[in-house]
């Protein structure tokens, strides 16, 4: 059981790279070659001696294809099991011959959703015969090897070298584990179109799908095993980014990249997002990326250090330039122009990454979360305020210049943890206090890193945005002491009175937008 030899292998695949290289080694190994379709016109063209299936089933493909490998001619050769008497003598009898690989990989289906098909021809792009196919061939993988990917061409014929024309256990057991992996990441893209289809949002049975395209050196620390995977979406991010440069990107790497490109995404104007452990450092917009960086960089020059820099337009060799003496990890962008990339040659452990575009603000993939025993699931937060909605709800109103700020401060509280206070100032972040307990410790955090990292003017006409309400007026006050004019939250507290109360005693304006930000 342990090697089985391989003397006759059915061949019907979609992706066809490779595989008349592959075939032809098989066909000079003796191995008789059975096919479907687009496959088999394939290899007839390149010369190999190919059994349609039809011959071997003695009934043709009907219904445009649908109905071709659907047969006991084909899946009794598959599932029969060799040490199995009754299994042998049921061949016999019905003049069954046993097949030994399989190599099936499924209709486009991924990709034909992806580019916007209509609905029917998503509907022809869902496989049938193939999953069987498949399914049967790792049932039975004591005695049949299944392939499903091209890259494992390489490890079958590398066995059948090795031990004369088989595959060994081991390979079988691995490659079945895979075929299985490869039609439930199927069915679940189905089920999830369907879903969307539907206008089930959140589906009684949840459907993931995703395939590996890197194991990791570790997870957050050394100790804990990693891997990234994709999710076969192409909203451009850092899993589909192309790198260009540097060392290998780490499982912090990645967890951050993400957090300053989502950020940087908001924002119509050149803008930069300078982040570190997932929160921002420094983000800015201004009339140039260049601008925009040293605007960032000022908020907080000393955690910048070893952080990620995202920016929302093709990173130019002017903004290069003033990234001299900082030492980042990673740089993402939707495009690097030539001058740019030469530029950052010399820096060869700077990770580059060339994202291709970037993430629509307003929508995306759900996320997800593990808890013991099971998964929370949400929508992405693609919440944003309308100005014209905004309510004014002290007795000034926010000028022109503070306004502006608002809606800044507002975008980026967004994507700081919980608690979060943002202050800002003509277009930049002029202090941040993140993650804290209570709502006051982060507006006295804000204030104090603006007084340590810029100077004690920093915050003086600064607005200030809150990610939920002021639960009480103390973190409003120590906005006020430090300096701030203008106050951005959602409102809601029972003490909304309280709040409004010292804003106006302070001579500050303040809008509520009715909706919250928290980020934990």
């Not at 190994?29 to 479907?36: E, K, N, P, Q, Y």
């Not at 995404?265 to 570190?276: C, H, T």
């Not at 920093?458 to 973190?475: E, I, L, N, Q, T």
């Amino acid at each position: 059981m342990s090697e089985q030899p391989i003397r006759r292998a059915l061949i019907s695949v979609s992706d066809k790279s490779g595989l008349v290289d592959f075939a032809q080694a098989l066909a000079d190994r003796g191995v008789a070659l059975i096919s479907t379709g687009g496959s088999a016109r394939a290899l007839r063209e390149a010369g190999l001696p190919v059994t349609e299936v039809a011959e071997v089933t003695g009934f043709p493909e009907i219904m445009d294809g649908r109905v071709k490998t659907l047969h006991p001619g084909i899946h009794g050769g598959i599932l029969a099991r060799r040490d199995e008497e009754s299994h042998l003598a049921a061949m016999r009898q019905h003049g069954l011959q046993a097949i030994d690989l399989v190599v099936v990989n499924l209709y486009p289906f991924r990709e034909t959703v992806a580019r916007g098909a209509p609905w029917a021809d998503c509907i022809e792009n869902i496989d049938i015969g193939g999953p069987a196919l498949i399914r049967a061939a790792a049932k039975n993988h004591d005695f049949v090897t299944i392939v499903t990917d091209p890259e494992d061409y390489g490890a079958v014929l590398a066995d059948m070298e090795r031990l004369g024309g088989a595959t060994d256990l081991a390979t079988r057991r691995r490659l079945a584990q895979r075929a299985f992996a490869h039609t439930a990441g199927y069915d679940s893209a189905i089920a999830s179109w369907m879903s969307r289809q539907a206008g089930e949002d959140l589906p009684d049975e949840l459907a993931l799908s995703a395939k590996r395209v890197a194991a990791l050196r570790y997870g957050e620390n050394p100790h804990q095993a990693a891997a990234v995977y994709s999710d076969g979406s192409d909203r451009p991010g850092v899993v589909t980014a192309r790198q260009l440069q540097g060392k290998e990107l780490s499982y912090n790497n990645l967890n951050d990249t993400d957090a300053a490109y989502e950020l940087v995404a908001e924002f119509a104007r050149p803008a930069v997002a300078i982040i570190k452990h997932a929160n921002p450092c420094g983000v800015a917009e201004a009339e140039s990326l260049e601008e925009a960086y040293r605007k960032a960089l000022a908020c907080d020059p000393v955690s910048a250090y070893g952080g990620i820099l995202a920016v929302n337009r093709p990173l130019d060799a002017a903004t290069v330039e003033a990234l001299e003496g900082l030492f980042l990890e990673v740089i993402i962008a939707p495009a690097i122009d030539p001058a740019a990339a030469a530029a950052l040659e010399s820096r060869r452990n700077l990770r580059v990454l060339d994202a291709g575009g970037l993430p629509d603000a307003k929508g995306g993939p759900y996320l997800i979360k593990s808890l013991a025993g099971g998964l929370l699931l949400q929508e992405r937060d693609s919440g944003q305020v309308d100005p014209e909605e905004l309510e004014t709800v002290t007795e000034r109103a926010p000028d022109a210049r503070e306004l502006a700020d608002l809606l800044f401060a507002w975008r980026v509280v967004k994507h700081v943890k919980s608690n979060a206070i943002v202050f800002a100032k003509e277009g930049a972040t002029v202090g941040m206090g993140a993650g804290q307990t209570s709502r006051v410790d982060a507006a006295r955090l804000a204030a104090q890193k603006s007084v340590e990292l810029i100077g004690v003017e920093a915050s003086k006409g600064a607005v200030v945005a809150s990610d939920a309400f002021f639960p009480f007026a103390d973190g409003l006050r120590a906005a006020i002491e430090a300096g701030c004019t203008a106050v951005i939250q959602p409102g809601g507290s029972v003490r909304d009175e309280e709040v409004v109360a010292a804003a106006n005693q302070a001579g500050l304006a303040m809008v509520v937008t009715g909706m919250r930000h928290f980020r934990h």
